[in-house]
């Protein structure tokens, strides 16, 4: 069974950075499927952060969360492992963030595969 473990959340100050990684075991292997992050506020809905076509081509970054700029993903496939560097950080940036994966859907809350998350805190 596919599994997906975030770490690398924390508290941080507004305007720092914080690394966080989506290791992939259980049959998920990169290359063969997509990987998304997605955030969740307190009251708010499950946004995506960044989306990775299972090819692993160009990584996108999409509305309303809007990172682009801020936010970088990269991989490790020999740790099967997915990065997401987030640079500049904002208070509004406090959120749960989750990995998700999936064989087809892209970028997609219904993503088969999700972690148990990572709390990430950033303070004024």
């Known amino acids: 069974q596919g599994q997906l473990v975030e770490t690398g959340g924390g508290l941080v100050q507004s305007g720092g950075s914080l690394r966080l990684s989506c290791a992939a075991s259980g049959g998920i292997i990169l290359g063969y499927y997509t990987i998304s992050w997605f955030r969740q506020a307190p009251g708010g809905e499950r946004e995506a952060v960044a989306c990775?076509?299972?090819?692993?081509?160009?990584?996108?970054?999409p509305d309303p969360v809007s990172m682009e700029g801020r936010a970088t993903v990269s991989i490790d496939k020999a740790k099967n492992t997915v990065y997401l560097q987030m640079n500049d950080l904002k208070p509004e940036d406090t959120a749960i963030y989750y990995c998700a994966a999936d064989r087809y859907a892209y970028c997609s809350i219904r993503s088969q595969y999700w972690g148990r998350g990572t709390q990430v805190t950033v303070s004024a």
């Open positions: 990775l076509p299972a090819n692993l081509a160009e990584t996108h970054y």
